[in-house]
């Protein structure tokens, strides 16, 4: 907004041509957002707390500290950083690029299926919300409505295309099938950061990680320069997606403020469901798809651990690991939980690099 308003002053004011670079208003995005989270994050979580008196339903079983530990803690804290991501990209983003509204609108949807589902937990007092087949239906609709508006954003020749890393230039049309393909791809990454959240801290770095290499490659993308040189696919437009990224890093960091162990929020279905889609979106937005997979490698590591479980455990009647996803398998093998998030941490560190090598070996 400020972009859209300010540039009209850039003659009598030459220093308002600050807002024209978006390195400038994804630095304005992080700051903005952080602040907003550190300045209402403490109310938001005292509002939270008197309205639902015993917090998050716990696993009855999942690992026995956690009953303990985690029991009275309230969720729904994915709130604080919804409200600072749309605040921080409604000032600092061009308002005028149809992305920005996609990602918004991804980041509202979203989080309102989680809402529900949380709400639905609260109110049954169980670790159990909404239907899964409903919850997963609304998913899918919202998935395809931003796949769809992306496309008609998108030049031409990349609308329905698939990118793929390391082969420069080559790009797969897909047609219709694209639509379900990106669908699978925002709802997959939506899922799998739910997944992921069950231990304080666990999720939120990931997840900040990975946002901050969809800021370097959707910066890289829109730029024409840099994605010749790189031999990247330009996508037009989605340089403004770093904007977003900024504000999500900032919210990120901020929520990590009061979810560092022990957690005196949790981020609930409402922020996990919504950042895990937006990751998944902008994948998409900038023809990332397959590297999403890459970078976000730590997700698809639980992901996988719960279908494997699933799958043996019907086949077999017996388990693959002691507990799904996989980092509840390293507690109950006696790993205190500040060290398996911060290993995984680490693994998610190994995954990104991994992903960001792809920039340029092709």
């Not at 949807?109 to 049954?124: E, M, S, V």
């Not at 997979?293 to 590591?301: D, K, P, Q, S, Y």
């Not at 077999?316 to 799904?324: A, E, H, Q």
Request: overall charge positive; charged content about 15%.
């Amino acid at each position: 907004m400020l972009h859209y308003f300010l540039l009209e002053w850039v003659n009598q004011y030459p220093f308002l041509n600050l807002f024209k670079y978006i390195t400038f208003r994804t630095g304005g995005a992080i700051f903005t957002s952080l602040f907003f989270c550190l300045m209402f994050g403490g109310k938001i979580i005292d509002k939270l707390k008197s309205l639902q008196k015993d917090g998050q339903p716990i696993r009855t079983d999942g690992p026995e500290s956690h009953l303990l530990t985690k029991k009275g803690t309230p969720t729904m804290g994915g709130i604080m950083m919804i409200l600072s991501i749309l605040f921080s990209t409604l000032l600092w983003a061009d308002i005028t690029n149809p992305f920005v509204w996609i990602l918004m609108f991804v980041t509202v949807g979203f989080g309102f299926i989680g809402f529900l589902d949380d709400y639905a937990k609260l109110t049954k007092k169980s670790h159990i919300g909404v239907r899964g087949k409903t919850k997963l239906l609304l998913e899918i609709l919202m998935g395809l409505v931003a796949v769809y508006f992306i496309s008609i954003n998108m030049p031409e020749d990349k609308a329905t295309h698939l990118a793929f890393p390391f082969f420069k230039g080559l790009l797969v049309n897909l047609f219709v099938i694209y639509y379900v393909f990106a669908s699978f791809v925002i709802v997959g990454a939506s899922n799998s950061v739910n997944l992921t959240d069950g231990l304080d801290g666990l999720a939120i770095v990931p997840v900040v990680i990975a946002v901050c290499c969809f800021g370097l490659i959707s910066y890289l993308v829109g730029n024409f320069n840099y994605s010749t040189y790189l031999q990247l696919h330009h996508v037009p437009g989605s340089g403004e997606v770093a904007v977003v990224c900024g504000a999500i890093l900032g919210a990120g960091l901020g929520f990590l403020w009061y979810n560092a162990p022990p957690a005196q929020v949790f981020m609930g279905d409402t922020g996990s469901l919504s950042l895990g889609a937006l990751l998944g979106t902008m994948a998409v937005i900038t023809k990332h798809e397959i590297v999403l997979a890459i970078i976000g490698g730590l997700f698809v590591m639980e992901t996988m651990s719960v279908i494997i479980q699933v799958a043996y455990f019907k086949r077999t009647g017996k388990r693959v690991f002691l507990m799904s996803p996989i980092h509840h398998h390293f507690e109950k093998k006696g790993w205190s939980e500040t060290k398996v998030v911060i290993r995984f941490w680490i693994i998610a560190v190994v995954f990104a690099l991994i992903g960001l090598s792809t920039l340029k070996l092709r």
